[in-house]
Antibody
Framework: EVQLVESGGGLVKPGGSLRLSCAASGFTFSSYSMNWVRQAPGKGLEWVASISSTGSYKKYADSVEGRFTISRDNAKNSLDLQMNSLRAEDTALYRC?????????????WGQGTQVTVSS | DIQMTQSPSTLSASVGDRVTITCRASQSINRWLAWYQQKPGKAPKLLIYKASNLESGVSSRFSGSGSGTDFTLTVSSLQPDDFATYYCQQYNIYPLTFGGGTKVEIK
């Protein structure tokens, strides 16, 4: 069974930092691209960042470019999101999500998410 | 960036109704479109990929069509479990973008 479990969320002040993690199991992690997608309270889905299966390619939404860094450790089946210079508008539920980019298959599994709240 | 516009934003329907949700891309995405269903407090669930392909395990009540810029999701006979919010998403190019969502409510 595919499982994606996020952790690391919490309450942080504007300008602060937070590191999110996603533990993957039930599939060959190194074969899949991975994403972070966020959802502000009562709002829609917003893609944040993607990383290729090998970690060679990374893409970011304009809203987080230069502040967030996505990374992965295929030996540990883990995905991270380092978030710096956090703003109130970054407040959201952050989910990691699997995507088979190589085979042109979209996001098919999502974690339940970890809440990030940016407030003074 | 490719903008994805869904309509309507809210839809009131009854059990047994046939409902259609539309999604328009700001430029051609060929058929690289997915549809997701999301219920409150839950992660999205993939329903349709590549515009018209039914994801494994998803009810055949759901169908998708379209190519280029215009797409539709149809539920042939709405069931109580189908009341949820639906999102389209293009995965043609980065940044990945989602439609604003369509909430299907009970009439």
């Amino acid at each position: 069974e595919v499982q994606l479990v996020e952790s690391g969320g919490g309450l942080v002040k504007p300008g602060g930092s937070l590191r999110l993690s996603c533990a993957a199991s039930g599939f060959t992690f190194s074969s899949y691209s991975m994403n972070w997608v966020r959802q502000a309270p009562g709002k829609g889905l917003e893609w944040v960042a993607s990383i290729s299966s090998t970690g060679s390619y990374k893409k970011y939404a304009d809203s987080v470019e230069g502040r967030f860094t996505i990374s992965r450790d295929n030996a540990k089946n883990s995905l991270d999101l380092q978030m710096n210079s956090l703003r109130a508008e970054d407040t959201a539920l952050y989910r990691c999500a699997r995507e088979d980019r190589i085979n042109s298959y979209p996001i098919d599994y999502w974690g339940q998410g970890t809440q990030v709240t940016v407030s003074s | 960036d490719i903008q994805m516009t869904q309509s309507p934003s809210t839809l009131s329907a009854s059990v047994g109704d046939r409902v259609t949700i539309t999604c328009r891309a700001s430029q051609s995405i060929n058929r690289w479109l997915a549809w997701y269903q999301q219920k409150p407090g839950k992660a999205p669930k993939l329903l349709i990929y590549k515009a018209s392909n039914l994801e494994s395990g998803v009810s055949s009540r759901f169908s998708g069509s379209g190519s280029g810029t215009d797409f539709t999701l149809t539920v042939s006979s709405l069931q109580p479990d189908d009341f949820a919010t639906y999102y389209c998403q293009q995965y043609n190019i980065y940044p990945l973008t989602f439609g604003g969502g369509t909430k299907v409510e009970i009439k």
